[in-house]
């Protein structure tokens, strides 16, 4: 049984002994496999992305969960600075979100000179299509942790919520809690 495996692979060998540029051919064959593994391994991770960004609108149906989201998320963080202690968060908005539908304007000019443009909004199924979505501005953050009576610990909190949410010293009040 082993004489006669060594014998197909010794004649398997030596066809592809005799096969011109071999060399090529197996390149070829690597670079295919490459690009193959390569391409499988991104399509998942853009797939994923882009799901998880389709996501993150349709997880906020209100304002206030937007708000709770972010407040967790906050918390979290800022808890884990050094000397914070425990960290209570909470966000006011200046308002919601807004949402921009794509619109189609006509213009068109009337018989005694005056210009009149009509807009509508762009339905397909009878569902508006969305253009834009503004996600709300935020009007003041007001943190409340055990260890803010600390100039470091207020500076690194601030640091970290400025980084995070982008938002003026003037709307953020820092103060020590029990």
């Known amino acids: 049984m082993m004489d006669n495996f060594k014998s197909k692979f010794k004649s398997l060998y030596e066809k592809i002994k005799k096969v011109k540029h071999i060399e090529i051919y197996i390149a070829v064959g690597l670079a295919v496999l490459l690009a193959i593994i390569y391409f499988t391994s991104l399509r998942p991770s853009s797939q994923k992305q882009a799901t998880e960004n389709d996501n993150l609108s349709a997880n906020y149906s209100s304002s206030q969960e937007y708000v709770s989201y972010l407040e967790n998320k906050l918390e979290n963080v800022l808890a884990m600075v050094k000397g914070a202690g425990d960290v209570e968060v909470i966000i006011t908005l200046e308002k919601g979100f807004e949402y921009i539908y794509l619109t189609d304007e006509e213009t068109r000019t009337t018989s005694n000179g005056t210009i009149v443009t009509t807009s509508s909004v762009v339905m397909i199924d009878g569902s508006p299509i969305l253009q834009e979505e503004i996600y709300p501005i935020i009007k003041g953050v007001v943190i409340v942790a055990q260890g803010a009576s600390d100039v470091?610990?207020?500076?690194?909190?601030?640091?970290?919520?400025?980084?995070?949410?982008?938002?003026?010293?003037?709307?953020?009040?820092?103060?020590?809690?029990?």
């Open 152 to 178: 470091s610990v207020r500076m690194d909190m601030l640091s970290v919520l400025q980084t995070v949410i982008d938002i003026d010293n003037s709307k953020i009040n820092i103060i020590e809690g029990e």
